[in-house]
């Protein structure tokens, strides 16, 4: 029996997608009042949901790490911006690719 009316939970994706469809929107500067504070108030509830949902992610990524004596030992992910990896690694004088 399946439920009809059920919506499936939308993905991380998806939910970013919305959200950045709201933001053209109001950034089109066209929408009457109700509507733009409508989706403005739609756009922070998502907004808040994404962020949980990244910091549960990064919560749960963990990093292997096998050190000199073969022992595989677990540590927090550590996350570093890409810009300021690229910072500290130096010029090596190659082209950089952009993140996509």
Known sequence: MSPKGKKKP?????RLA???ELVVRLEA???PLESAVASFEEGMALAK???ASLDNA???IETLLVADDGRVT???FDF???DEAA???GDDGGEEEEPV
């Open 10 to 14: 939308e993905s991380f994706e998806e």
């Open 74 to 76: 677990k540590e927090p």
């Open 49 to 51: 949901g994404l962020a």
């Open 58 to 60: 990064e919560k749960r």
């Open 80 to 82: 570093e911006p890409a």
């Open 29 to 31: 500067g066209n929408l």
């Open 87 to 89: 910072g500290e690694s």
């Open 18 to 20: 919305r959200l950045e």
